[in-house]
């Protein structure tokens, strides 16, 4: 799994700064079935969360309504350089994770 994480190119310290992820996905809800007639088997991310320099700013508990390939946007403060670290984890086990600088001045 990949994703593609958008932050400012510079934040300014103090300051909101917005954070966007997209998450390459496939999010099967369990609901369909197959031509055969057989249930999918349920696989999506259920949990996201990211690191700020070591520290958690956000994380989300998601489900079956969220949509293939989400998008999640939040704001977090922006302290000092540093490195966004996400992680997330669907279910099946597989867990992936993607990192962003971030230039504070």
Known sequence: MAARIQVPQQAKRGEPMPVRIIVQHPMETGYRHDEVGHPIKRNV??????????????????????????????????????????????DEGVRGSERAPVVVA
């Open 45 to 90: 991310i259920h949990e996201l969360s990211c690191r700020y320099n070591g520290a958690e700013v956000f994380r989300a508990d998601l489900s079956s309504g969220i949509a293939a390939n989400p998008y999640i946007q939040f704001f977090t403060v922006a302290d000092a350089s540093g490195v966004l670290e996400f992680s997330w984890i669907d």
